[in-house]
Structure formats: C-alpha cells, structure tokens
C-alpha cells in the first residue's frame, strides 16, 4: 500500500481504502493530464472573464446587473440541458430553438387568446415539446435519417409552423402574472435564505450519504478532507451569490422594491438536480452513456439503442418548451422570431462550452449551467463595454471553437493515454 492511502475496518468488518487529499488530488490531476478536462477549462474561462469586465466596468458587479445574468441566460440553459442528452449519443438538433418557440406560442394561443389560465397553457406547452421530441427521434431511430438532416428540415420547418400559428406573424403579448413572474419576479429575502441553507444541507447530506453507501459496500471512498471541501465551496458560492441577490436593487426601492433570488434560480437548479440524478444514478442515465460510447456494443449488451435515441429527443424538446416558456416570460410576448436569432447557436455553444463533448459518451447536465453562464457573462459583460452585436458574436463563436478544439485535443490525449 502506498502512503497516497489510508485503511480502516469497519464494525461491520469492512476493509475500506480511502485515498488521502494528497493522493486524491494527485489522482485528479493526473485524469485532468490524460485528457478528462470536465468542466475545469469552463469554469477557468468564466472566472477570467468575470474578472475582465469587472475591472472594465462596475457596474457588471452591481446586484441589479448580477441579477440580470440569472434571468438573461436562463433561457439558454434550459435548452441546453436538453441538448446534453441529445450530445450524450453523439447526436444534433438543429431545431431546439425554433421548437421552443413552436411550444411557447401555443401556450401563448391558449392563455391569451383562448383565455385559458396557465395551468393549462403551460402543460399544453411541455406536451407539444414532448411530441415534437417523439416525431424528431422516431424519424432519427427507426426511420434512419441522420439527426442533422431531420432537424435542419425542422428549424425551417418549425419556422413556418410559428409564423402559422401566430397568423402571419402576429406578436402575442403574455399578462398571466403566473407566466410573468418565472422570470421576472423574486423569492423574499427570508424564503431565499431558507432556500439556500436547505440547498446547501441537502447537498451534504448527498455527499455523506454517498461516502456511507461506499463503505457499506468496501469501495473506495473519497477523503472526508475533499468531501468537506466540495460542501464548503458550495456554501461559500451559494451564500455569498444569495447575499448579493437579497440587496435592495431597484433604483427607487420606494415605488418598487427589488430584493431576493430570481424566481428562475430555483428551477434551474431543481432541473439541474433532476437530470444529473438521472444520468448518474439510474441505469437510463448509464444506457445513454452506453449507446453514446459505442452504439454497436451496447446493442450487443442488450441495451434497447432506438428507444434511448428517440428518449434523449423528447428529453431535448421538453426542456427547448421550458426554454421557450422561460424566455417569453422575461420577454412578455410571442413574436415570429422566438426561439429564432441566436438561441439555438447560444444553447448549443453553451452545453459545449461547458464540458459536453461533440463526438458523444462524455458530458453533465452541469455542463449546459456553466456553459450557459459563461455565454451570458459574454453577451452581458460586452454589452456594458459597448461592442457591437457583430463583435460579441464573432467573440462568441471564437470561445466556441476554442471549446471544441479542447474536446478533441482531450479525446487524443485521452486515446493516447489509454484513458479513453
């Protein structure tokens, strides 16, 4: 045994090996030089840019306009999360952003023109996602047509299907105060800090009661130093970005007061939450790494490739219809570009930005947050500098292309460290 390890015997009898912080950390750093970069390049990127435009301008520091990175890429992160699982298998959609837009003017049809309340609209909304995502993965699946081609017919298709709905390219407005509020208004002070605790609670709680079932069954177990670590990091993000976000924001605080977390935050982090439960603790989640690692093995292994090829396509629209919803809630309107312009680049870019690899099999739901973060520190931080929209998207699209060329740098690496 070398001194990277320690061993201790339960009461039970278990011989358990528990890796020291310095071995932990050695072994870390040793995946991170044979190509398992994860989200590290990401999250790098994210603090230099922050760091950028804080010394450029204060005001991107201010709580008003920290707010408004929440709700400016909230949208984007939603359809990227979505698109994780379409990445996982290797696969594209090309029309997540138009099909966000498709969903959310039927709930806009429904809700304001119908007069139906939002309890229906919205769920009428999700289904429509649903089944875009079926007929997407069964024409992908069982048919055989490549992805790109079936939802490059869709983004133009999907155009059209919009403008038809809004009769030739009506706007819709939204006045459901349900609707408006998701990414528009605030958790109180007092419910924002209730929210925080139980988030960072419940976190290590998962993290200890991982730690147990490790040991329970005599594998090796992660040191109580990095556990304790990881639960301190995230108390210290969670906290001082709730401290931020429960400062008085509003310009005249008198008229309107602007205080709490973004309503948008906690359903980001519910979904976030879900899927990564998903895609690590169930056996879909290891079919979908399966089939993305190597389609071919995992139907020899009995593992059913077609229905987990149509399942990430309907997975990718529910969360584009979410998207939608949750960007015409900030915008408070349908219009015929919803879902069109740069949201399908930006959710794309985000996923991969963050750490989800192209060429499939490796990839977190993280990955569609952090990348989204970054996209939006991008938009929100140039725009406060004042470059043009042609330099912001030049600018973008060069951090992507530098996101894509360390994926695949990574995957040599990896091949060539036997790491793959």
């Not at 007929?135 to 059209?160: N, R, W, Y």
């Not at 995230?234 to 001082?240: E, G, I, S, W, Y």
């Amino acid at each position: 045994m070398t001194t990277d390890t320690t061993t201790t015997t339960t009461a039970g009898g278990v011989r358990v090996v528990k890796p020291t912080v310095a071995g932990h950390l050695h072994d870390y750093w040793a995946r991170v030089r044979g190509g398992d970069l994860g989200s590290l390049p990401a999250v790098l990127g994210l603090l230099v840019l922050a760091l950028i435009f804080s010394v450029s301008r204060e005001t991107f520091v201010s709580p008003l306009n920290f707010a408004n990175l929440f709700t400016q890429g909230a949208g984007v992160i939603f359809i990227a999360m979505g698109l994780v699982f379409v990445l996982l298998l290797g696969e594209i959609d090309l029309s997540a952003g138009f099909a966000s837009g498709v969903c959310a003017a039927v709930m806009a049809v429904l809700v304001t023109n119908r007069g139906f309340p939002w309890y229906v609209g919205i769920p009428a909304a999700l289904l429509t996602g649903v089944v875009i995502g079926f007929v997407l993965g069964f024409l992908i699946a069982k048919v055989g047509i490549p992805s790109f081609v079936v939802t490059l017919a869709a983004f133009l298709a999907f155009q059209g299907i919009l403008l038809v709905i809004l009769e030739g390219g009506k706007i819709i407005s939204i006045r459901d105060e349900f609707i408006i509020a998701l990414n528009n208004n605030n958790i109180p002070v007092l419910w924002s800090w209730v929210l925080a605790v139980v988030a960072v609670v419940g976190f290590a709680a998962v993290q200890f009661n991982r730690v147990r079932a490790r040991i329970a069954r005599g594998l090796v177990t992660d040191p109580t130093g990095i556990v304790l670590l990881r639960i301190a990091g995230l108390a210290a993000l969670v906290f001082t970005t709730t401290a931020i976000l429960c400062q008085e924001r509003a310009v005249n605080p008198a008229i309107n007061s602007l205080k709490g977390v973004p309503i948008v935050v906690p359903i980001v982090g519910v979904f976030l939450v879900l899927w990564t439960f998903v895609l690590a603790r169930t056996t879909y989640g290891r079919h979908v790494y399966a089939v993305g690692g190597n389609a071919e093995a995992a139907r020899r292994a009995g593992i059913p490739v077609d229905r987990i090829r149509i399942s990430v396509f309907v997975i990718g629209s529910f969360m584009a219809a979410i998207g939608g919803i949750i960007a015409v809630s900030r915008g408070s309107s349908v219009d015929p570009n919803t879902g069109g312009s740069n949201i399908l680049l930006y959710s794309v870019g985000a996923a991969v930005i963050g750490g989800t690899s192209l060429f499939g099999g490796k990839g977190k739901i993280i990955n569609a947050v952090i990348g989204g973060s970054v996209i939006a520190v991008i938009d929100n931080g140039m725009g406060l500098m004042g470059f043009s929209s042609g330099q912001k998207y030049i600018f973008t699209g060069l951090i992507l292309l530098v996101a894509a060329s360390v994926d695949a740098l990574a995957r040599r690496r990896a091949a060539a460290t036997g790491n793959r």
